[in-house]
């Protein structure tokens, strides 16, 4: 009997110890440093579906693990379950944010080389018909918007450089719509 007793003992402290494991602090702590990856590589911007999906799991994990901290019985394994989803979403925000922003990117120097050619044309008709102060204003402008384009590429602000080649495009095209007759204003170029 005594032995029974010692064994149901033993048992008992075995399920008392497995029932309060610590938190996985490992998978926590990788699932955490993936998702500031995420948002460094700019996923709130690039990737906003993807990020708020793996930013909806990092709060559910947090709760979780305050719930299991204040909790008798936790389940460590449920945690880790959860951190890996978090890892594998702040994963895919991360790859698609690198994604979308090669794209802007490529997409970005195609509208630069455009507006920067645009101003070229546009002096070189500007220098053959000598136009009005605000042809030569809006060629200034314009040829000031190229240049913040590529300082803003170089910083690796596409969205602005590209907002910047836009308005860029714009001026050059205003320009050279002046200057062979054409309607005024005209059309901003899409990219």
Not at 91 to 99: N, Q
Request: glycine share 4%; aromatic share 6%; net charge positive.
């Amino acid at each position: 009997m005594k032995t029974m007793r010692s064994a149901c003992w033993i048992v008992l402290v075995l399920i008392f110890a497995a029932a309060c494991g610590s938190p996985p602090k490992e998978e926590i702590d990788a699932a955490k440093r993936a998702l500031d990856q995420a948002r460094e590589a700019g996923a709130k911007l690039y990737a906003p579906k993807a990020m708020a999906v793996a930013e909806k799991q990092a709060s559910k994990l947090d709760k979780d693990i305050f719930i299991q901290g204040k909790n008798f019985f936790n389940h460590p394994e449920s945690l880790k379950v959860e951190a890996y989803k978090l890892l594998k979403l702040a994963h895919i925000a991360r790859k698609e944010a690198e994604e979308a922003r090669k794209q802007v990117r490529v997409s970005t120097e195609a509208v630069i080389a455009a507006a920067d050619t645009s101003v070229f044309e546009a002096r070189r008709l500007e220098g053959n018909s000598h136009g009005a102060a605000s042809t030569a204003n809006l060629l200034r402008e314009a040829s000031e918007d190229v240049e913040k384009a590529r300082r803003e590429m170089s910083a690796g602000r596409f969205l602005e450089a590209r907002k910047s080649a836009r308005k860029a495009q714009a001026g050059a095209t205003a320009v050279l719509s002046r200057l062979r007759g054409k309607d005024y204003p005209p059309t901003t170029p899409r990219s």
